[in-house]
């Protein structure tokens, strides 16, 4: 009778342990609650431990290469040369279109350095600017409205088509990127849209990796 209760006892228990969370709060929503207002050692903890909780956005350390195109001037006119649309696996992610867009914000808290160089520059990127990248490539990012910031101008065949030292604005300060990035998803994210791609005969890594869509956003 005693071997009995104890082993009903047990039972109860691990049902316990095995009941499913009913807090309704999505895991991608829930990707976005870390905020540089844990306390230092806590967040410390997580910055090293923390994953974006996708199992496929886990996997940006493991790019290579992220996509880059080579241009020049000619007539006063910008001439695409050569495109590079580097790793299948950043188009694999960028497939995932706006689900994954919550994970890749938190992504961004990821400061591990990769061996991704930043063309023209002496810097590295880190984990989380290769998410952003790789989040730019799916939503345009209104920088000013965003960041608050005025990246004035970009240099041909240099930081990979972004703005002078926006890269290294995500590198430098991840917890402010990933705060204001946060901020405009929760504000905006109902509203983003999927509208169709109509593809010219320019080259497009989209074409090639058959992405016919692009996020967009009505601003008010």
Known sequence: MILLSFLLACSSGEQNRQKPDATGVSIADSALNITEEK????LKIAR???LSGHALIDKVSEIKSVPY???SLQNGKLVIENQYCGDTLFW???QLGQEAIPYLITKILDNTQTRIKIPCRDVY???GAVAY???THMVSIPKML???IQFDYFEINCDFGYFSYELEYINDRPKDA????TKWYHKYKSKITKEKIKFDNEPDCRKQYNIDYELEIEYD
Request: glycine share 0%; aromatic share 4%.
């Open 178 to 181: 990933h705060r204001k990035l």
């Open 133 to 135: 990248i790789i989040l």
């Open 39 to 42: 306390p230092r050692d806590t």
């Open 125 to 127: 990127l880190n984990v």
């Open 92 to 94: 694999q992610i960028v």
């Open 69 to 71: 195109r080579k241009s």
């Open 146 to 148: 965003v960041f608050d």
């Open 48 to 50: 090293k431990s923390v």
